[in-house]
Nanobody, 127 residues
Framework: QVQLVESGGGLVQPGGSLRLSCAASGFTLANYVIGWFRQAPGTEREGVSC????????VYADSVKGRFTISRDNAKNTVYLQMNSLKPSDTAVYYCATSSYSLGLASNLRYRDFGSWGQGTQVTVSS
């Protein structure tokens, strides 16, 4: 069964950090560009970051640039999102997803360019 499972979300104070994980089962994550998206209540799903299949290239939305770091360990079939200096505006459900497109296309972080999705993990930034 092809599956993506996100974990690592939780409640954190402003300025704090979290590391999200996206673990794949049933397929090889190394064959895909992987993206992280987020969705807050009443808003559209927003692209946060993506990483090339090899892990050598990364892309970030302006809203998280300098605070978030995406990485991958293909041996563990897992992609990570390290989130530092968290703000209340980062509160959302975070999803990972695969893209069969090149990083050049996937870097636009459009929802429709990504295929398999996980169930999401809640991140809440609040004092």
């Amino acid at each position: 069964q092809v599956q993506l499972v996100e974990s690592g979300g939780g409640l954190v104070q402003p300025g704090g950090s979290l590391r999200l994980s996206c673990a794949a089962s049933g397929f090889t994550l190394a064959n895909y560009v992987i993206g992280w998206f987020r969705q807050a209540p009443g808003t559209e799903r927003e692209g946060v970051s993506c990483i090339s299949a090899s892990g050598s290239s990364t892309v970030y939305a302006d809203s998280v640039k300098g605070r978030f770091t995406i990485s991958r360990d293909n041996a563990k079939n897992t992609v990570y999102l390290q989130m530092n200096s968290l703000k209340p505006s980062d509160t959302a459900v975070y999803y990972c997803a695969t893209s069969s497109y090149s990083l050049g296309l996937a870097s636009n972080l459009r929802y429709r360019d990504f295929g398999s999705w996980g169930q999401g993990t809640q991140v809440t930034v609040s004092s």
